[in-house]
């Protein structure tokens, strides 16, 4: 089972950018979708960002260009530069990788934006 680890939260005031990583533990083989979702207080997980085995990325309205998702397959990870942020980023992030019949989640880091 593939582990994912995500790092690169924190608190940053809104303006700000923050850049998230998520490292899976074992190889990714193709085709795959990587993604990130967030979950604030008292809301449903939503969608963030995807990007495919092939290069295809795809972004949630509220984060579309402010917000770039990219993987690096050697180092076996994902990335997620946040530019431009607003208090309404505010939330826990959280990796996905769907891979075959796997969909694995990793554990969650929080992002805070202060006004």
């Known amino acids: 089972q593939v582990q994912l680890v995500e790092s690169g939260g924190g608190l940053v005031q809104a303006g700000g950018s923050l850049r998230l990583s998520c490292a899976a533990s074992e190889s990714i083989v193709r085709p795959y979708t990587m993604g990130w979702y967030r979950q604030a207080p008292g809301k449903q997980r939503e969608l963030v960002a995807t990007?495919?085995?092939?290069?295809?990325?795809y972004y949630a309205d509220p984060v579309s260009g402010r917000f770039t998702i990219s993987a690096d397959n050697a180092k076996k990870t994902m990335y997620l530069q946040m530019d431009s942020l607003k208090p309404e980023d505010t939330a826990v992030y959280y990796c996905?990788?769907?891979?075959?019949?796997?969909?694995?989640w990793g554990q969650g880091t929080q992002v805070t934006v202060s006004s």
């Open positions: 996905n990788l769907r891979m075959a019949r796997l969909n694995a």
């Open positions: 990007i495919g085995s092939g290069g295809s990325t």
